[in-house]
């Protein structure tokens, strides 16, 4: 579609309406790149909140352990 109206005014030679279509085309795939960099940033925000939450369950559980080797050695 947008490849025969460039052509037709390219025949007509109305050189603004091509202008105008190369401009919408090209905001299109930058809109396009802009989407995908979100979506990305997005996903790897998620992913690094996931990582610290495991790296805190990992903290409480050495913590308890820690604590238990602890208690042990001052009994000992």
Known sequence: ??????????????YYAVAVEFVIVLAGV???FQVNAW????????RAVELL??????????EATLARSEEIITDY
């Open 30 to 32: 930058v809109i396009g």
């Open 53 to 62: 939450d495991r790296i805190e369950e990992e903290f409480l559980a050495l």
């Open 1 to 14: 579609m947008i490849l025969q109206n460039i052509s037709k005014a390219m025949r007509e030679q109305n």
């Open 39 to 46: 979506n990305e940033a997005r996903v790897s925000d998620q």
